[in-house]
């Protein structure tokens, strides 16, 4: 069965101190990687979609990378603001509308 | 774009008791999903409709689970004969196409206590 998983579950970071999160998956025929972010109390907002392998995307002090078995999302240089969980999803084999989810990294980020 | 409201924030019900949630997507988006997240979990998937056809539905929904999209527009979400295993935060999210090429906005969800 396809599965996601993220780690490390929680993260803890000094304001500027860069990281990466991980998201390792097992599904056949990979036809699309997602990254949410979430607020406590809201639901996810999307931050990036990444389609093959080699593929990076960017936005702000995030960035989205893609290699055959898993993705990471590199933190440049965070602020307070970024603190939330960060999902991973991945499009099912065989489906249009079916996302499965990691269970998130929640990353804390302190002045 | 008013984005994805759903009703109530909030259900508090006794075991037993059926219960109806509703979710308006944004006003030109034809694909709506219903998720449901527990605590320290990711979304998981429940089902999903293209305008009112409803397109898939999770192998693991009980039967006590039904979702309705009668005109395309909003949708409810009813639980039958509620269980403690039920309480988790409900989300219905809108797309205008397939997930592949946009992305899924997410209402704040429904969250579900049973007691």
């Known amino acids: 069965e396809d599965q996601v998983t993220q780690s490390p579950e929680a993260l803890r970071l000094q304001e500027g101190e860069s990281s990466s999160l991980n998201c390792s998956y097992t599904v056949s025929g990979l036809r699309g990687l997602f990254w949410y972010r979430q607020d406590p109390g809201k639901g996810p907002e999307f931050l990036f979609t990444?389609?093959?392998a080699g593929e990076e995307k960017e936005k702000e002090r995030l960035k989205a990378t893609l290699t055959k078995k898993e993705s990471f999302l590199h933190i440049t240089a965070p602020k307070p603001e970024d603190s939330a969980t960060y999902l991973c999803?991945?499009?099912?084999?065989?489906?249009?509308?079916?996302?499965?989810f990691g269970a998130g990294t929640q990353v804390v980020v302190t002045p | 774009d008013t984005g994805v409201s759903q009703d109530p924030r909030h259900k508090i019900t006794k075991r037993g008791q059926n219960v109806t949630f509703r979710c308006d997507p944004i006003?030109?988006?034809?694909?709506l999903y219903w998720y449901r997240q527990t605590l320290g979990q990711g979304p998981e998937f429940l089902t999903y409709?293209?305008?009112?056809?409803?397109?898939?539905k999770s192998r693991l929904l009980s039967d006590r689970f039904s979702a309705e999209r009668p005109k395309g527009s909003f949708s409810t979400l009813e639980i039958q004969r509620t269980e403690q295993g039920d309480s988790a935060m409900y989300l219905c999210?809108?797309?205008?196409?397939?997930?592949?090429?946009?992305?899924?906005?997410f209402g704040n969800g429904t969250r579900l206590t049973v007691t």
């Open positions: 999803a991945v499009l099912e084999g065989g489906s249009w509308g079916k996302l499965q």
């Open positions: 006003s030109e988006h034809n694909r």
């Open positions: 409709f293209q305008n009112e056809a409803q397109l898939e």
């Open positions: 990444l389609y093959s």
């Open positions: 999210a809108s797309s205008p196409i397939t997930v592949l090429n946009s992305p899924l906005h």
